[in-house]
């Protein structure tokens, strides 16, 4: 029996640089369409099923655009991405083995075959968790990827805790994961919170699994066309790579 891939997407945030008060910033248009959209229709090209959209600010502004084939979960206190995935997980049907989780405002550019290909890598190694990594010309604000000289996964070192060394690393952490839904059950009670922020980070994962022996694995993308949007100024430049794109 083929395995089934369910799928999560974190929609729940405020995007507070983005200053959108009315709707959720995943609603804002992309291409001529909101931007959760061109993930919704990716997750259906991959026969993702459930599609599980977690939703908290604006809510409505999310459930208004989809019908029947979206599932929705409430993250109602907004502590982190490892909260949000927490909230996801209770709609998922106990037949589901893997779940791809995505962000809904840095996931419109990902590609059928990106996505397909991480999946025949998580698959291949049986790993627990398996993450899409890529190179990016500009990785400040972003999650760098440490390796040990025989490139093996070391973990993920954001920016405000890297070493001048590890800031120049180009190769980064997009939040593009497949992760089993045994090992999301087993771990994600563990996640700390932050000592920072009181949120509850997902990337944790990533030092808990290595920690405790468990096969992480990363597929590596290289350079390939990725826009986080977190302020109007990015979703300026995301509309013109789509246009890049379409044009090419």
């Given at each position: 029996?083929?395995?089934?891939?369910?799928a999560i997407v974190l929609a729940a945030g405020k995007g507070t640089r983005m200053k959108s008060k009315r709707v959720n910033k995943v609603t804002l248009p992309l291409g001529g369409k909101p931007m959760i959209i061109h993930t919704a229709e990716l997750l259906r090209d991959i026969n993702a099923?459930?599609?599980?959209?977690?939703?908290?600010?604006?809510?409505s502004s999310v459930k208004n655009l989809f019908s029947d084939d979206i599932v929705f979960a409430e993250q109602k206190r907004r502590l982190g991405t490892a909260h949000a995935v927490l909230s996801g997980l209770r709609e998922l049907p106990v037949d589901v083995e893997d779940v791809l989780i995505l962000q809904?405002?840095?996931s419109a550019f990902y590609r059928k075959d990106i996505?397909?290909?991480?999946?025949?890598?998580?698959?291949?190694?049986?790993?627990?968790?398996?993450?899409?990594?890529?190179?990016?010309?500009?990785?400040?604000?972003?999650?760098r990827i440490v390796r040990d000289k025989n490139k093996k996964l070391l973990g993920i070192v954001e920016?405000?805790?890297?070493?001048?060394?590890?800031?120049?690393?180009?190769?980064?952490?997009?939040?593009?994961?497949?992760?089993?839904v045994t090992f999301l059950r087993k771990y994600l009670p563990k996640v700390e919170k932050s000592?920072?922020?009181?949120?509850?980070y997902l990337t944790s994962l990533i030092d808990i699994g290595i920690k405790n022996g468990e096969d992480i694995e990363t597929f590596q993308a290289g350079n390939i066309t990725w826009r986080g949007v977190n302020t109007k100024e990015?979703?300026?430049d995301a509309e013109k790579l789509l246009k890049q794109i379409k044009s090419s």
């Open positions: 029996m083929k395995e089934r891939l369910g099923s459930p599609i599980i959209l977690v939703v908290g600010f604006a809510k809904g405002d840095d996505i397909e290909k991480l999946l025949i890598k998580h698959r291949q190694h049986y790993a627990a968790f398996t993450f899409l990594t890529i190179e990016v010309d500009n990785p400040t604000g972003l999650g920016e405000k805790d890297a070493t001048l060394e590890q800031k120049g690393i180009n190769e980064i952490n997009p939040a593009c994961y497949i992760a089993s000592p920072f922020t009181g949120e509850y990015e979703l300026a």
